[in-house]
């Protein structure tokens, strides 16, 4: 057993890469009993723990090495990525489950050719895409493509992880869920449908609810990238950005540890459907409504129910934890191309009014349900500053480009844009966020 440690600390030590010398003792032995080597992130985070001068020290004493790098979740991914794998982070994790693309891939032709106003629009893409950290663009109109570029370090098969725009197939397959009969009221408190959110907040709140991000629950934390800030009290070492917090691989403990409602700062609770607040929790108690106990497991319905209708033409892939849950917050990977895609079949479903129950689901998805008032919260707890409004899953009323654009946004700058009114889209990949003001208007000026 002790060499298997040993091999895992090896392992994890080539991983992260050769760094700097961090001042300290050899070892620090967390409460929670893993054994942390010097020069790694988790032993920069580490506050409470006790110094050991040996790895061997710290095994015999019933320390164990945390995972190496690969084994992590998608909310720790930050603390190891570096530039394009950020993104393009696939080989970091075990728990990878394929989705398998169409028979039949949607066509996404090149334009044959483009007029004066497009040719001007490409040439500020070029100019955003030279000047910022832009991985892809994609830009589409009337169903063709008229502009497509890649960062030198990926390419079109390269599967590019989302973030929060994972957040959206969420929603979309609570949609395919629900109008397959599956999920008959969506006004329903979420524990009615899984018993395992009984005793939190999320499962005190309705489908509908936790779709607005309304459910209650412990506000979001932009330092924390929509997880809450400060971990419980009796869990001190559980907080988002400890890679090592036992949540991570169990994502029913995060959505228990986060149980409790909001608290206000008069000490009342927030009650469900009370505020809109961006919480990753809310999107991943969905992935216990859309998919459990009498339904398929949620990357199951999502291949089944939803993915079909997209006609994508690579393989993706959702991120589960150890039991099998995914990890629908921020966990998806697609090529660009099926991201289009994605965008391309949200676009259909708006253009073309049917008045079937999913059709009906995108429209309220996609259309102010709930507005943004997160910024009286205060600075950490505003998230989506750029948007006014939210639907399910998705941001709506760009300060930009308010009228009938909407769009599925993730961390570190990826972004989809659509506006099914003027059969508009743009897809970007980024490395960092500091530029979306430049895409807002990129966007917004293409009318």
């Known amino acids: 057993m002790k060499f298997v440690y040993v091999s895992l600390g090896i392992c994890f030590s080539i991983a992260l890469g050769a760094q700097a010398q961090v001042p300290g003792p050899e070892i620090k032995k967390t409460q929670d009993g893993y054994c942390l080597l010097r020069n790694t992130p988790a032993y920069a985070l580490a506050t409470q723990f006790t110094p050991l001068p ?63 106003k ?190 079909p209708s997209v006609q994508a033409e690579d393989v993706a892939y959702w991120i589960h934890d150890k039991k099998g849950i995914t990890h629908t917050p921020g966990s998806f990977h697609a090529t660009l191309r099926d991201w289009a895609r994605i965008g391309l079949h949200i676009m259909d479903e708006r253009r073309t009014p049917t008045g079937d129950c999913y059709n009906r689901f995108v429209e309220k998805a996609s259309t102010t349900q709930i507005q943004n008032q997160s910024k009286s919260f205060g600075d950490d707890l505003w998230l989506g500053r750029s948007w006014k409004g939210y639907g399910y899953q998705i941001w709506t009323e760009n300060f930009e480009d308010p009228r009938g654009t909407f769009y599925l946004g993730g961390g570190r700058g990826q972004r989809i844009a659509i506006n099914p009114e003027r059969q508009q889209m743009m897809v970007v990949f980024s490395l960092e966020e500091n530029y979306m003001d430049r895409l807002y208007q990129l966007f917004a000026s293409w009318k």
């Open 54 to 116: 040996s790895l061997g020290e710290c095994l015999q004493s019933g320390g164990v090495l945390p995972q190496p790098p690969e084994g992590i979740q998608p909310y720790a991914l930050p603390v190891y990525c570096r530039g394009v794998d950020c993104v393009d982070s696939l080989s970091k994790f075990k728990t990878v489950y394929p989705i398998q693309p169409s028979g039949r891939p949607r066509l996404l032709p090149m334009a044959s050719s483009l007029s004066f």
């Open 118 to 307: 497009q040719r001007a629009l490409l040439q500020n893409a070029n100019r955003i895409f030279d000047t910022n950290p832009t991985l892809a663009i994609l830009l589409v109109e009337k169903g063709e493509v008229i502009f497509e570029r890649y960062h030198p370090q990926i390419g079109p098969k390269t599967p590019l992880l989302g973030y929060s725009m994972s957040k959206s197939l969420t929603a979309l397959t609570v949609g395919r869920v629900h109008c397959s009969g599956l999920l008959p009221d969506l006004d329903r408190k979420a524990k009615s449908y899984d018993d395992r959110l009984a005793g939190t907040q999320y499962g005190e709140a309705t489908v509908r609810q936790l779709l607005m991000m309304a459910s209650g629950a412990t506000r979001g934390s932009a330092k924390r990238g929509g997880s809450p800030l400060n971990p419980p009290a009796h869990q001190p070492n559980a907080f988002f950005g400890n890679p090592w917090y036992a949540g991570y691989a169990d994502v029913q403990k995060q959505l228990h540890d986060y149980g409790p409602p909001q608290k206000k700062p008069d000490h009342s609770l927030v009650t469900a459907g009370e505020e809109f607040s961006y919480k990753n929790l809310d999107t991943q108690a969905l992935a216990f409504v859309a998919g459990g106990q009498d339904r398929p497991e949620f990357s199951r319905s999502f291949s089944t129910l939803f993915w």
